[in-house]
């Protein structure tokens, strides 16, 4: 059994800054890639970032420069650091673990970016 608890999202005002986290736990050997998905109301969901265990990263064109994407292996927790914040990034944020073969997800938190 495999579980991941996020944590951090709340109500910002445009241009804050949030930091998600996502601590994975149980039986996880191997983990490869650890990201982050995005889905607001009425819109399609959004790969936000990735980074594999070799430390290749990905970002979406429409948070690059202003989102950071990190891990700590030791303690398979993956974060994303998010500056500089829109209206339009308001969603609902949901962490993903590739493990063997497998992809496992966090329950989503959530995210509003309003004054």
Same mark, same amino acid.
């Given at each position: 059994?495999?579980?991941?608890?996020?944590?951090?999202?709340?109500?910002?005002? =445009? $241009?804050?800054?949030?930091? %998600?986290?996502?601590?994975?736990? #149980?039986?996880?050997?191997?983990? /490869? &890639?650890?990201?982050?998905?995005?889905?607001? =109301? $009425?819109?399609?969901?959004? %790969?936000?970032?990735?980074?594999? #265990?070799?430390?290749?990263?990905? /970002? &979406?064109?429409?948070?690059?420069?202003?989102?950071?994407?990190?891990?700590?292996?030791?303690?398979?927790?993956?974060?994303?650091?998010?500056?500089?914040?829109?209206?339009?990034?308001?969603?609902?944020?949901?962490?993903?673990?590739?493990?063997?073969?497998?992809?496992?997800?966090?329950?989503?938190?959530?995210?509003?970016?309003?004054?």
């Amino acid at each position: 059994q495999v579980q991941l608890v996020e944590s951090g999202g709340g109500l910002v005002q =445009p $241009g804050g800054s949030l930091r %998600l986290s996502c601590a994975a736990s #149980g039986n996880i050997f191997g983990i /490869y &890639a650890m990201g982050w998905y995005r889905q607001a =109301p $009425g819109k399609q969901r959004e %790969l936000v970032a990735t980074i594999t #265990g070799g430390g290749e990263i990905n /970002y &979406a064109d429409s948070v690059k420069g202003r989102f950071t994407i990190s891990r700590d292996n030791a303690k398979s927790t993956v974060y994303l650091q998010m500056n500089s914040l829109e209206p339009e990034d308001t969603a609902v944020y949901s962490c993903f673990v590739d493990s063997m073969s497998r992809r496992y997800w966090g329950q989503g938190t959530q995210v509003t970016v309003s004054s």
